[in-house]
């Protein structure tokens, strides 16, 4: 056999680099193409210029976000809600794409040396013994044979085609990170139930629709002969898999902008956050289904069982893995005085953060996923522990990064449209995709909010439905997945597929948001604030409001008694809410601070004030709780006439502003605080009962 | 002639992976690994397991860092200033090689692929055939023959040795970019001659001092027998060259925290900064000089003319680079209203400031150079454009990722004295070295003080002299430029000679920072306001104010009635500054507020007050100058008085808050807009004429 060397060193160079990086790893690996260019003139010549071009290229990528950047600039100063920044930089992708594809043509300008060697395998790392000096190669990977023949033409493409991974190592983990850092966590907790529901239940089921869907799909191609290769059932479980993660970006900017409904935010939001992690997870043990060797691609139990034990094993790895960084760096936050030098407190934020991505990828599980509830033990705990400025750094440093990456990556998307090689566009397997994506939602949707609405008093009501419906986008979590792996032939077709899945949903579902938010009725411009008190479905919603909430009250009260005032400095001393058996434990472990900072407190739990607007419903419960346990109200404005929760909340509510809300709250929690030990079981016993009536 | 192939995908993958995207760039190649492994499971298998064992690796590093942080806020919570961060993240680096030399053993779980294959050149890039299938490799570098036989051994050491170009690539710029970003801008500019000095012709003698005692030291070598390879003159230009580069990041954060003397400061930081730049372009132009090809390594006059230009034409290209990007960045935030929205704003401004670095590495230029140069600039124009919230939010992206990339840099430095393979270490020539540096060093500083004191009235006192002499630490740029070639023998010894002069300079000089301010009576604490009307020596400096300062003068009148205006939305309006002729143009480039907008002025300016302290002294400056033009005095208290500017400018200094200065500032320089454009030249040949006087 023949293995080709060329003396151009940046072909596919751009697989493997992050946009942070691109140009520089691109110096990385021809600096050592100079080292050996000692005795290499024309390697060293060579290598300088691919720099350069790379550089070049890379700086046609920075100008795009730029461009990008000033536009968006220009549709937010004009009020232009039908193109969000994403869709955009698709566009400005697409166009790039054109381009490199048919204007710019790359001379050849590589003198190939073949030369003939017997391989029998494709080693990751190959030591070459060039006249007694030993270099070194590593596997960039499989190129097609196609690529090979006419190498010179679609070198300039293959340059711009940089390894997938990059998506889900370099420019996913921040994004993820930063959703779930900026999640609103009220009202996500608030929905916990649903939200849940949706992601787990939900996106299994829409999985298995859209994957039985397209195996009637593919089954009918192969009759009429239009399959070009291999599409098994799994494979369609996998597409299924990957479609299934939304990733609303563009509504909820619309969303935030129109100050819609904060319980549908919460649940769109929520929904997108968590089935991203769950998609994720659910195709990586699909694709340990496979029965590698044999393709015998039938039904195994076993086979069946192990995937999901994969599922159960990976998810709930990552996620405690993800938890447990959190918690020990809130731990460190806690008990050192590091808040007094922010940037050592940004910087550690950011290691500590970092490195549970690595800790997951190290132990095997998902790194993704584990950033991601990494992120909101941050947010939850970590944050409240942090120096003003820190809150503010860190806050804006992920912003930047989720906002570079996410850009990047929609850009890339349009980009990868014309640039990659191996496109298989099939008209009926996109028409069926189609179909079965949208189907696939709605199966997601409608049943699950019916059962859901059983439970819930506060309905989901259906122009919320069609409005989930609706946002079911897909984005930067689909096509990630989607170009991870391109090898095979049903998965080039997938790929193909997904990227106009996510084009058409991105336009035009994320352009006609506004349209529909008007076309459904749904009440925008809701302060967070009265929206808990007259709510989407008028009257209603008023008598319900503890009974929905039930899963984060119970578990309110369990963060609020023990994990924060362990965690943070917040919270009611554990000298009063543990059982005096572990006394000395409990005051170890609590800050000085929390016996006697009434004003801490306040900061602390402000953090959420103002993220969601309404953390003062909480306060209210506790309040009903503590008077109902006889604590002595005396002195406290809000607290001392809160004998019934609701009319107390009311009256707090009435007033939409923040300075009473944070006033409030700062009046009532003291009290919350010096609660004795005992009453704190009669604390949760009411709590249960209120959730039973 | 044989090649080896191993299965193991991970040797030496750290090479060329940057901190950031350590761990994410090694799955990136195994990635593709795993592709081919569809039908090689090994691979497969191994791949998981290297990628595994990399994020592990790289959690060592993040881990230390962590560490780092951590002990650092013990230190600055105990008032320890005898070892900086940097230190200490050496010490961590050194103990962490420890373990990975001698106490880690990696059990060799590599099965060989022997298959022999007559190659007759190191490409770049290698195609490789294995059964109808292509696979791309890339040339990672040289490996030792030493290496190849144990490579088991070692195989672990040289995976957390990664490639140099990572620190001019991914590592310095930030840190570069920062110390343009954060210069103290006033100071800099008061003693920009006597910088400039330092930086080119200082680096430039201390170059060629080193330089040739070096040579005779390696001469010596010879003739002892003790040289055990070639080590040309260039070799030794070389090493000057490298070692020229002085970092006191260590001394600085001291002199910060102690206040010391701000010319002192100015001087040393200036120095530092800019030297680094030019020690960057003089050894890639010593480089240049040696005749490829032929070893005859003869002295001549055209490859040293032809060096020279090329060092004149790099440094040049990469300013005007720099610059040029920089100007195109105050134009956009000025002419777009981007400060509405701050996330885009530092988007933007991070992206412009990226692709400087690819601009001049596109063009040839030196990219760190181009940082440098832009992020002056960025300072001094762009940043008084970007809103409050992005200045914020930039100087903290930037201090932060300077932060990560300076600790990361300094526990390499000493993680690699253990991990890296071929160190030469050579008693007599370490010995030269630490006397050619230390000479070096002082025929920097001393002559060129006496030079400089000549002119200056402000004399640069003996002890400031002995303090600069001290604090000349070799530092990040040191080490990154040994590093960036390790290929022969000589570059070899150069680079573990550098390592210690790094060790010793950065522990010993930087340790001992505080006894040496207080064995030379430096006077600590120093108001940077009082420290304009007192000095460093006494009166003598008070009526020196004007002439030691005239190059700082002059341009601070142009940038302030031309440069400003255009750029920023402060300063005169061009249409006062420019001469009536290109009125139409002073129009559509002066932005309305520069019109009607003290406040506005006094935002644009008070960084600089909040920066450095006192920037008060240049508007008590401009307060007389305009005085002197006749401009109406009245109704401004500082300016109304200000008849003499020194008695007016001792009254202004006397208080020493910033309170007072900025409502100085305010009072004078709306004065100073109103002036028409008449006096403006009477107002620069007052200024020459003071500055004869």
Redesign the interface.
């Known amino acids: ?13 751009w ?4 946009l ?2 691109l ?3 691109l ?7 100079e ?2 260019a ?1 005795e ?2 024309v ?1 060293e010549k ?3 210029e ?4 790379d ?2 290229d ?2 046609i990528f ?2 795009l ?2 461009l990008t ?2 536009t ?2 220009l549709f ?2 004009r009020r232009f809600r039908f193109l969000h920044e994403t869709g955009l930089a698709m566009i400005y992708g697409l166009l790039v794409g054109v381009v490199l594809r048919y204007a710019i043509h790359v001379p050849n300008n590589m003198n190939n ?1 073949t ?31 196609n ?2 023949n006419d190498i010179q033409d679609n070198e300039m493409l293959r340059k711009v085609t940089f ?4 998506f ?3 420019l996913l983990p921040p994004i993820i990170f930063h959703a779930g850092y900026s999640l609103k966590r009220r009202h996500f907790f608030r929905n916990l139930g649903s939200i849940l529901v949706y992601a787990f239940v939900g996106t299994v089921v829409s999985c298995f629709i859209i994957g039985l869907l397209m195996y009637g799909c593919v089954t009918l191609m192969k009759q009429i002969g239009q399959l070009g290769g291999d599409f098994f059932f799994t494979d369609c479980l996998f597409f299924g898999a990957i479609v299934s993660a939304t990733d609303p970006v563009t509504v909820l900017a619309i969303f935030n902008e129109l100050h819609v409904d904060s319980d549908l935010y919460a649940l769109l939001f929520g929904e997108s956050v968590l089935n991203d992690a769950v998609a994720v997870v659910l195709s990586s043990s699909i694709v340990a289904y496979q029965p ?2 044999d393709n015998t691609h039938t039904f195994e139990a076993m086979a069946m069982l192990k995937s999901f034990g994969i599922f159960l094993g990976v998810f709930s790895g990552s996620f405690a893995l993800g938890v447990a960084t959190g918690v020990v760096t809130a731990l ?1 936050t806690k008990f ?3 808040r ?2 922010p ?2 407190e ?3 934020f ?3 953060s ?2 549970t ?3 997951a ?4 599980f998902t790194g993704v996923v584990a950033v991601l509830f990494c992120g909101m033990t941050q947010a939850h705990y970590t944050f409240n522990n942090l120096s003003p400025e820190s809150q ?2 860190t806050k ?2 992920f ?2 990064l989720n ?2 990456a996410e850009n990047f990556i929609f850009s890339y998307m349009g980009l990868t449209l014309f640039t990659f090689q191996n496109h298989v566009f099939n008209p009926i397997f996109i028409v069926g995709a189609f179909l079965a994506v949208f189907l696939g939602r709605a199966a997601n949707i409608y049943p699950l909010s019916f059962l859901l609405n059983l439970g819930r008093k506060n309905k989901i009501s259906p122009n919320f439905q069609h409005m989930m419906m609706f946002a079911g986008l897909r984005g930067a979590m689909t096509f990630a997945l989607s170009i ?2 391109t ?2 032939y049903a998965r080039q077709m997938m790929f193909s597929t997904t990227l106009l899945v996510v084009f058409f949903t991105v336009w035009i579902c994320g352009g006609g948001t506004t349209q529909m938010l008007s076309c459904q009725k749904i009440r925008v411009g809701v302060d967070a604030d009265q929206e808990n008190t007259i709510g989407p479905d008028g009257v209603e919603c008023r008598s319900t409001k503890h009974e929905s909430a039930w899963p984060f009250r119970i578990w309110y009260n369990f963060d609020h008694n023990y994990l924060k005032p362990i965690l943070t400095h917040s919270g009611p001393p554990l000298t009063a809410t543990l059982p005096t058996c572990c006394g000395p434990l409990a005051r170890c472990l609590t800050s000085p601070q929390a016996y006697e900072n009434e004003g801490q407190l306040k900061d602390d739990d402000s953090d959420l004030i103002l993220n969601d607007g309404d953390i003062n419903l909480t306060y209210g419960d506790i309040t009903v709780s503590t008077d109902a346990t006889g604590a002595h109200t005396s002195g406290t404005a809000v607290g001392g006439v809160a004998v019934n929760s609701d009319e107390a909340l009311d009256r707090e509510l009435a007033f939409g502003d923040h300075e009473l809300v944070i006033r409030g709250t700062r009046l009532v929690l003291p009290m919350d605080d010096s609660e004795p030990p005992l009453p704190v079981d009669s604390h949760r016993h009411r709590h249960k009962y209120e959730t039973m009536s």
């Open positions: 056999m023949g293995s080709t060397c060329e003396m151009n060193a940046a072909v596919s160079v697989r493997r680099l992050p942070f990086v140009a520089s790893s110096c990385l690996c021809l600096s050592r193409a080292d050996s000692m290499n003139i390697t060579k290598a300088e691919s720099h350069r071009q550089s070049a890379l700086l920075i100008l976000l730029t950047i000033l968006i600039w937010k100063h040396v030369l003939s060697c017997n391989v029998n395998a494709s080693p990751a790392t190959l030591l070459m013994n060039v006249s007694g000096k030993f270099y070194e190669y590593t596997l960039k990977g499989e190129i097609g044979a690529e090979v390894d997938p991974e990059v889900f190592n370099i590698e060797g460190v050192t005085k590091l007094d030098l940037l050592l940004t910087a550690l950011f290691l500590m970092w490195s991505f690595l800790l990828e190290a132990c095997g503010d750094r804006q440093l912003e930047l906002f570079l991870r792996d090898a095979t």
